[in-house]
């Protein structure tokens, strides 16, 4: 049975145990360790005072404390301060069973314990690392930015942008490692921030922008592992990325403006001296931008490992260049004209694989993704459709004019290609209807017309506008248009032809329906004037002296005029030339060119009239009431995948449809638009 203890009774019985403890930490020769006899008194001492009722156990404690405090004061502190470097952190070590680095050749164990010392502390303390981070990681960090800063300090000056990248990237590697096998890892974080910060963040600027060696240079000269180390300095750096992402964007800007200059220079050079040699630069100057998006867009996906960030100054670089005109036309139809040559069959002089078509065609609609005029493209694209679908039928490939449109709408959506896509659809029933017409004739003698005769029969709305005359026919091809009537409609309901007769051609003699017509009025007649022709056709004078022009004033001369001018006259007339001879078996004879180029952007201006004003009332039906900015910003964000839309026109397009009485304006408040239901 335990009796009461004092502890002042027992208290020079515990004095002589800790004076015992201290002489063994001091190495006093002839002090001897605690025997189990002694060890377990003193703990038996110890655990009564602190258990039995009339507890001491905060007095105790407080001893304890005081005892500790004053022996590292008294003894151990001293002893560390009097000795430096490693024999200061020997007698750590001695006392203490720990180590800390200094970073020169150094004992590793006596470091690692020096450390674990640190943070032995803390655990046995209070649970934290508050000595640790304290006493240790605040003075080795400071002491590392020091050291950084006057490292970074030589080597800026003295060693190029890569040379100073391979010490650097080796510094962080070392630092990495350090932690590994000295410090805690709670120091790894702070401890790269550091070497980051004073090696790389602080010196970006000097080190990007050098000038025999810079991110420019390395950009130049196709330095792919020196970009991808810069890459890995940066990306973890806060913002660190910003200068390099501003480099490239500045390099691939000025590059692709470069092209688009000799380019420029190159097509106005080749127009004067042949529009053929004008066409093979517009040609080449599309390669050399597909070829420079290659080779950055590389840079993109392998330097700088697919990151956003350069994806976005990619885009951004091309987008300069992509939205200005070279050689008096727009890259959007230079886009257009350059898919078109690859489309056509022998229409390369390089005679593409199937496989090699289908990614310049990837490439093409990639690069469509930077252009502004989206809208103006697919027109150009859906011009040059029609003319490949209906004028060309050998040298079109449907599974590569499907392919192309999945393309566009994959990239720009259904709108987008909906038209084109009618188009290709047209030209397979149309040539379904053909055949089915063709068998028509041939088990019906009654209706057969007596000529070959082959229609087209197009959806409208689907294709580009063509010019409709009311054009007087001759006999054989009333006979053969009506043979079709009849059988279009034993076939269809409810629906109404008209001819296009501009599309159409007529051969052997290779001309268009409407030339064929001028010619045929020649069957009855030996002579006509200027002013026959016109009456028996029903033309317009534009429309007769472009048909006359062609037939008697260009390359083939199938009639002669009196005068014999090169120009159309009223007072002119026309014979057959019966001399005409050529040894070509199929002689195609051109009308004069028109402008296309001209009707395009019109047809795209209206266009984008009625999306301007489609896109106004669906935004003012769904919010009743906006400002005018308010409204504005909602348009040019609804429209601005096709085309961004001119402020002026929207402000035109929004007074237009005020006085349609779809809009009002507030009573109160002029700039505020309220929707009229």
């Known amino acids: 049975m335990n009796t009461h203890k004092k502890l002042e009774e027992v208290w020079p019985q515990m004095e002589d145990g800790i004076r015992k403890l201290k002489n063994i930490l001091e190495g006093v020769p002839g002090e001897s360790q605690f025997d189990s006899d002694t060890y377990m008194r003193l703990y038996t001492t110890v655990y009564d005072l602190c258990?039995?009722?009339?507890?001491?156990d905060d007095a105790i404690h407080g001893i304890y404390i005081e005892t500790y405090h004053t022996y590292l004061r008294s003894r151990v502190l001293p002893a560390i301060q009097e000795k430096h470097d490693v024999f200061m952190l020997r007698e750590l070590m001695k006392r203490s069973n720990h180590e800390v680095m200094n970073g020169e050749e150094i004992d590793r164990t006596l470091v690692k314990h020096v450390l674990e010392f640190f943070v032995n502390m803390d655990v046995s303390a209070r649970g934290g690392l508050g000595y640790y981070v304290n006493d240790f990681e605040k003075a080795f960090l400071t002491d590392t930015a020091d050291y950084?800063?006057?490292?970074?300090s030589s080597w800026i000056q003295e060693d190029s942008c890569p040379d100073y990248m391979i010490k650097a990237e080796?510094?962080?590697?070392?630092?990495?490692?350090?932690?590994?096998?000295?410090l805690h890892s709670s120091t790894e974080e702070k401890l790269l921030e550091k070497v980051q910060e004073h090696l790389l963040l602080n010196n970006a600027q000097q080190l990007l922008e050098k000038e025999h060696s810079g991110c420019h240079v390395l950009l130049r000269d196709d330095k792919i592992t020196d970009l991808n180390r810069m890459y890995r300095l940066f990306v973890n750096i806060k913002n660190g990325l910003d200068p390099i992402t501003a480099a490239f964007k500045r390099h691939v800007t000025s590059e692709g403006t470069s092209i688009l200059k000799q380019a420029d220079d190159a097509m106005a050079t080749g127009k004067k001296e042949d529009k053929a040699a004008a066409g093979m630069?517009?040609?080449?100057?599309?390669?050399?931008?597909?070829?420079?998006?290659?080779?950055?867009?590389?840079?993109?996906?392998n330097c700088f490992k697919k990151d956003n960030l350069f994806y976005k100054a990619l885009k951004e670089a091309f987008e300069v260049f992509c939205n200005k005109s070279v050689g008096g036309s727009s890259v959007a139809e230079l886009f257009s004209t350059f898919s078109e040559s690859i489309l056509r069959k022998g229409g390369s002089s390089e005679k593409l694989s199937d496989d090699a078509i289908e990614e310049t065609l990837d490439k093409i609609v990639t690069l469509l993704a930077y252009i502004d005029d989206k809208d103006l493209f697919a027109e150009f694209c859906r011009k040059k459709l029609a003319r490949r679908?209906?004028?060309d039928k050998n040298s079109a490939d449907d599974d590569h004019e499907r392919s192309f449109l999945s393309k566009l709408k994959q990239q720009c959506g259904g709108q987008f290609t909906s038209k084109m896509e009618g188009m290709v659809t047209d030209l397979a029933l149309a040539r379904d209807l053909q055949t089915g017409y063709d068998e028509y004739v041939n088990n019906n003698d009654l209706t057969h017309p007596g000529t070959d005769f082959n229609v087209t029969v197009l959806t409208t709305g689907y294709w580009p506008t063509y010019k409709t005359l009311d054009l007087n026919l001759p006999t054989e091809m009333r006979q053969c248009v009506q043979a079709f009537k009849e059988f279009y409609q034993s076939k269809t309901n409810n629906k109404k032809l008209t001819y296009l007769f501009s599309p159409g051609s007529c051969s052997d003699l290779i001309v268009s329906t409407h030339q064929a017509c001028v010619l045929m009025l020649f069957n009855d007649s030996d002579k006509?004037?200027?002013?026959?022709?016109?009456?028996?056709?029903?033309?317009?004078?534009?429309?007769?002296?472009?048909?006359?022009?062609?037939?008697?004033?260009?390359?083939?001369k199938i009639l002669t005029k009196e005068p014999n001018t090169k120009t159309i006259s009223k007072k002119d007339s026309f014979?057959?030339?019966?001399?005409?001879?050529?040894k070509m078996r199929r002689i195609k004879i051109p009308l004069p060119p028109v402008d296309e180029k001209k009707k395009v952007i019109e047809d795209v201006d209206k266009d984008r009239r009625f999306a301007i004003d489609a896109s106004i009332v669906r935004i003012m039906k769904a919010r009743k009431v906006l400002q005018y900015n308010e409204l504005v910003t909602a348009c040019v964000e609804q429209l601005s995948r096709m085309f961004k839309p001119d402020f002026k026109v929207i402000k035109r397009r929004i007074e237009d449809l005020i006085a349609r009485e779809f809009l009002e304006r507030d009573k109160d408040n002029t700039n505020t638009f309220k929707y009229l239901a």
């Open 170 to 182: 080796e510094c962080l590697k070392r630092e990495k490692d350090s932690v590994n096998n000295f």
């Open 389 to 391: 679908l209906l004028f």
């Open 148 to 152: 950084y800063t006057r490292k970074a």
């Open 528 to 556: 006509l004037s200027y002013s026959e022709i016109r009456a028996q056709l029903n033309l317009t004078d534009d429309d007769v002296v472009r048909l006359l022009h062609s037939l008697s004033c260009a390359k083939y």
């Open 51 to 56: 258990t039995q009722q009339g507890r001491h």
């Open 281 to 301: 630069q517009e040609q080449a100057f599309v390669r050399r931008l597909i070829e420079l998006h290659d080779k950055y867009y590389a840079y993109v996906t």
């Open 575 to 582: 014979s057959w030339n019966v001399e005409f001879t050529d």
